[in-house]
């Protein structure tokens, strides 16, 4: 069955620093996607970066990166130069069968963080 | 701006009333999604629409959560009888077939937050 595990309910980062946001993965489908979004306080789910099964790169926009490590199942999210907006929920999600096809989104607990001036 | 909207943005109801939610998709979007997301805990998936076929449903969604896309562009969701426990925020979600290099990526709303009394 499909997994999303996100073990840090809440992190702090000084401002201008990195941080790295962890989430594991398990699921028996070769072709997946692994989605990671971010939301404020004002609900709504921004889509932040994605990283495909046969990526052979990791993913990168702007100041967020994707260290992807398909034998441990793990994607986790790097944020580098922390600012302050960046304060909020931030959920790891999958979805199988990933290409040209539609399909639910499988989503983590979240890490909820922080960025201290 | 041409993002996903929802509409009411919030919703108080007494228990056994019933309650509509509208979600209009990003206009070329033919895939829209309905998830719900309690305090404290990711998003679950439950249901999802390609053009005007609802084509998959979740266990969560109960006989008495009914949800339409009838011409393909804006989507309802309606709960009957409504009880303390549906609570909750209720996202949408769309996404276009294909999408960049073949993955599609669901964009969200801004959410309803649903309260009942």
């Known amino acids: 069955a499909q997994k999303i595990t996100q073990t840090q309910p809440g992190m702090f980062v000084q401002e201008k620093e990195a941080v790295t946001l962890d989430c594991t993965y398990d699921t028996s489908d070769q072709s997946y996607g692994l989605f990671w979004y971010k939301q404020p306080s004002s609900g709504e789910m921004i889509f932040l970066i994605y990283q495909g099964s046969y990526d052979e790169q990791n993913a990168t926009e702007g100041r967020y990166s994707l260290n992807f490590q398909k034998a441990r199942k793990s994607a986790n999210l790097v944020i580098s130069a922390s600012q302050l907006g960046d304060s909020a929920m931030y959920f790891c999600?999958?979805?199988?069968?990933?290409?040209?096809?539609?399909?639910?989104?499988?989503f983590g607990q979240g890490t909820e963080l922080s960025v201290k001036p | 701006d041409t993002g996903v909207s929802q509409d009411p943005r919030h919703k108080i109801t007494k228990r056994g009333q019933n309650v509509t939610f509208r979600c209009d998709p990003i206009s070329e979007h033919n895939r829209l999604y309905w998830y719900r997301q309690t305090l404290g805990q990711g998003p679950e998936f439950l249901t999802y629409?390609?053009?005007?076929?609802?084509?998959?449903k979740s266990r969560l969604l109960s006989d008495r959560f009914s949800a339409e896309r009838p011409k393909g562009s804006f989507s309802t969701l309606e709960i009957q009888r409504t009880e303390q426990g549906d609570s909750a925020m209720y996202l949408c979600?769309?996404?276009?077939?294909?999408?960049?290099?073949?993955?599609?990526?669901?964009?969200f709303g801004p959410g309803t937050r649903l309260l009942v009394l």
């Open positions: 979600a769309s996404s276009i077939t294909g999408g960049q290099g073949g993955v599609e990526t669901q964009y």
């Open positions: 999600a999958m979805r199988e069968r990933i290409y040209n096809q539609g399909g639910k989104l499988i």
């Open positions: 629409f390609q053009n005007e076929a609802q084509l998959e």
